[in-house]
């Protein structure tokens, strides 16, 4: 995709996605050597939390806030209160997001969409074109695997000392895929 090769030199390119359910289970890890304890399999929707997150590629840094659920009040509230103070400040966003239902009804909701923000639909069955998805995999090797959380604040908690960590590190992401 261009948009990640030739970032465009007026704005910053986030992605926006969701991670999850997280359930509350035990999750391995190269800890548990090679034939781990017998582990709990239960997954209980009530018991369930979701990541809101969204990513600049070009810099590695990202923002995430944990919600019970991700509806398109939710997917909103979360554009308006914390993707656009953390990257407003470049003259444009380029919103790069799939086509979950939860987004459209964000956008439909969103009367009032500021003018600098443009939107970028990845196709659908295409969720590797978004760069978020690595850096999911990414967030959760730093701070789940090998965890035995029992609660959703528990997870929470993880997830945004794992976002800091990965802050205070960043790894920019290149893309080198050719389409």
């Not at 970032?7 to 390119?13: I, L, Y």
């Not at 810099?59 to 995430?64: L, P, R, S």
Request: with cysteine.
């Amino acid at each position: 995709m261009s948009l990640y090769r030739n970032p465009p030199k007026d704005g910053v390119v986030v992605c926006v996605d969701e991670m999850g359910p997280l359930a509350c289970i035990p999750r391995g890890g190269r800890a548990w050597g090679k034939k781990p304890a017998r582990r709990a399999d239960r997954y209980h929707p009530s018991n369930t939390i979701q990541l809101l997150a969204a990513f600049a590629p070009h810099t590695g840094c990202a923002v995430g806030v944990p919600s019970p659920n991700k509806t398109g009040e939710v997917v909103l509230t979360f554009l308006k209160e914390t993707v656009l103070p953390r990257f407003g400040a470049a003259s444009k966003i380029y919103l790069v997001w799939d086509n979950f239902s939860a987004h459209k009804r964000a956008l439909n909701l969103w009367t009032t969409r500021p003018a600098n923000v443009e939107i970028f639909w990845t196709p659908t069955n295409a969720s590797w074109l978004n760069l978020i998805e690595p850096w999911f995999l990414v967030l959760e090797k730093t701070a789940l695997h090998n965890t035995h959380l029992k609660t959703t604040e528990a997870i929470a908690q993880n997830l945004k000392q794992g976002i800091d960590y990965l802050n205070n590190h960043p790894r920019p992401y290149r893309w080198t895929k050719t389409i």
